[in-house]
Nanobody, 116 residues
Framework: HVQLVESGGGSVQVGGSLRLSCAVS????????MAWFRQAPGKEREGVAT???????NYADSMKGRFTISRDNAKTTLFLRMNSLKTEDTAMYYC???????????WGQGTQVTVS
């Protein structure tokens, strides 16, 4: 049974940085497509960044150059380094894992990021 647990969120000032972690248990993350999503109050969930099974990364336009997604396959942990944070980055951040070439099927409970 795959479980994802995010951590590292918190309150930070504009321009600050945070590193989010997502600990995965119940299976490997190597060879898996992983991603970070976020959802702000009153808004739809949006994709932040993905890392494919071959290590290719992709970012939403507003995160390019500021956020970095990475993974430690040995420790089955996904990371999101966020720099130059803006108030509009305030949201609940979720990590997720895809099943094969299918949709993102496993989700964590989220970690709150507040930028003020």
């Amino acid at each position: 049974h795959v479980q994802l647990v995010e951590s590292g969120g918190g309150s930070v000032q504009v321009g600050g940085s945070l590193r989010l972690s997502c600990a995965v248990s119940g299976g490997p993350i190597s060879g898996k497509c992983m991603a970070w999503f976020r959802q702000a109050p009153g808004k739809e969930r949006e994709g932040v960044a993905t890392t494919d099974k071959d290590g290719t990364t992709n970012y939403a336009d507003s995160m390019k150059g500021r956020f970095t997604i990475s993974r430690d396959n040995a420790k089955t942990t996904l990371f999101l380094r966020m720099n130059s944070l803006k108030t509009e980055d305030t949201a609940m951040y979720y990590c997720t894992q895809a099943v094969g070439l299918g949709p993102f099927a496993y989700w964590g409970q989220g970690t709150q990021v507040t930028v003020s």
